[in-house]
């Protein structure tokens, strides 16, 4: 079939690659055009799709990149990636509303259009339908189908790949179901479908909110434990022995990527747009984790107060600037605001991320350095957000004059962790 994925970040190129490998001719569109020349050359920017992976289906002539929207006409199935940010509380759909007035003017009768994209129930039906309908001139059920099928990305995770992990499938009719369930049948080793794509559209806001709220209640935890005089760690693990009714998680310095700070503030807007009452856990596990690099400020402070030190004018380093271990995907990560919180205090802030180019944090003036020995011994405080693997983790321990570890990695006399 000939596929569009429309839309070459995290979600979209690796399903293009995917879907080109399976056999399928596949345009992966995207209206970055310095973004689709790297992909055009066969250099990925998302780890989970190798630069190797990627040329080998260049070559093959089952995947081409673009950035012309005459290279839309013709398609099979299109599939919407693109993003969905919230704008001071209120969800951004506009990018999706643009997508699909692209797709729809090259959209023929039998064709099918699939979104992605996380956002609210009712989006499919309430808003891609109508503009698509608005751009083509065609009828949603009658002339074309459509469909919802939330990604559920991992960028690094070895357990679960991409294919190996279930594909929630749904249709806004039993024809655009089997269609829909039948495209990603090709790409992904197992497929659930749902009934519509209200269902799928909020089975994917409960799954990222399952996690907020369970982070939320510990890292608040972690605030409180130190008075209490409890090892939060070791409780953890103590309580993960149980085999049933209960989910291991753990302290940091906050939350980061797309998923858990933004996708379930959509759905306690949706919540308060249409029933004009609170989702209280959302919004309650929103505050605890926006809280959370606060938090890490003020403890690098006392422990830098306790030392005799200022931390305006301290030399700060904050090791690992990724959202999640071993990735590269700096979105939303707490790294950002927890150097916005030291700078604004005078702090001498650098970064250390064996992960990150310079380019990629373009909002700080951060500079980033080696986490080898001497940036380590002439820090006067050292901050462990992300415990990578490349890190050299006892002589950190070893050679910092204070440590705060957020991911109880570090041991030592210099080294406090986040309880």
């Excluded at 070559?59 to 990149?65: E, I, K, M």
């Excluded at 790409?187 to 749902?194: E, I, L, N």
């Excluded at 373009?362 to 500079?367: G, H, M, R």
Aim: charged share 25%; hydrophobic share 40%.
């Amino acid at each position: 079939m000939q596929i569009v994925a429309a839309g070459q970040g995290y979600v979209g190129l690796p399903l293009a690659v995917r879907a080109a490998e399976a056999g399928h001719r596949v345009t992966g569109y995207d209206v970055d055009a310095d973004r689709v020349r790297r992909l055009a050359a066969g250099d990925s920017h998302v780890e989970d799709v190798p630069s190797g992976r990627l040329r080998a289906v260049l070559d093959a002539g089952t995947y081409r990149a673009s950035a012309d929207e005459a290279a839309l006409a013709g398609y099979d199935i299109a599939v919407i990636t693109v993003p969905t940010p919230l704008r001071e509380g209120v969800p951004d759909l506009s990018f999706i509303e643009t997508c699909a007035r692209t797709l729809g003017r090259h959209l023929r009768r039998g064709a099918t259009v699939v979104l992605e994209s996380t956002t609210y129930p009712g989006t499919t039906e309430e808003l891609l339908l109508p503009v698509l309908e608005e751009a083509s001139g065609l009828k949603a059920g009658e002339d074309f189908r459509a469909g919802f099928s939330p990604e559920r990305i991992a960028p690094g995770n070895k357990r679960w790949s991409f294919e190996t992990t279930p594909k929630l499938v749904s249709g806004i009719d039993t024809e655009s179901l089997e269609v829909i369930k039948g495209f990603y049948d090709t790409v992904f080793q197992t497929t659930v479908a749902v009934s519509t794509p209200k269902v799928a559209e909020l089975a994917k806001l409960i799954e990222n909110t399952f996690r907020l709220v369970n982070i939320s209640m510990i890292n608040e935890l972690a605030t409180l434990t130190d008075r209490l005089g409890v090892d939060i760690w070791e409780a953890i693990d103590a309580a993960a022995t149980k085999p049933f009714g209960f989910t291991r998680f753990t302290p940091g310095p906050g939350v980061g990527g797309h998923c858990l700070p933004v996708d379930p503030l959509f759905l306690s807007w949706k919540i308060r747009e249409d029933l004009g009452v609170p989702f209280r856990f959302v919004e309650l596990a929103d505050e605890v984790n926006r809280s959370m690099p606060h938090y890490v400020v003020r403890r690098v402070a006392a422990a830098l107060d306790q030392r005799g030190k200022a931390v305006s004018g301290s030399r700060i380093l904050l090791l690992g600037l990724t959202y999640k271990i071993n990735a590269t995907d700096l979105r939303e990560s707490p790294s950002t605001r927890v150097a916005e919180l030291l700078i604004s205090l005078g702090s001498q802030v650098r970064g250390a991320d064996p992960n990150v180019a310079p380019s990629d944090h373009p909002k700080l003036n951060l500079p980033l350095v080696d986490a080898d020995e001497e940036e380590i011994a002439a820090a006067d405080a050292v901050v462990l957000l992300m415990d990578h693997a490349a890190f050299d983790l006892p002589m950190i321990g070893e050679l910092a004059p204070y440590v705060l570890d957020c991911r109880n990695r570090l041991s030592g006399p210099n080294v406090e962790t986040l309880y």
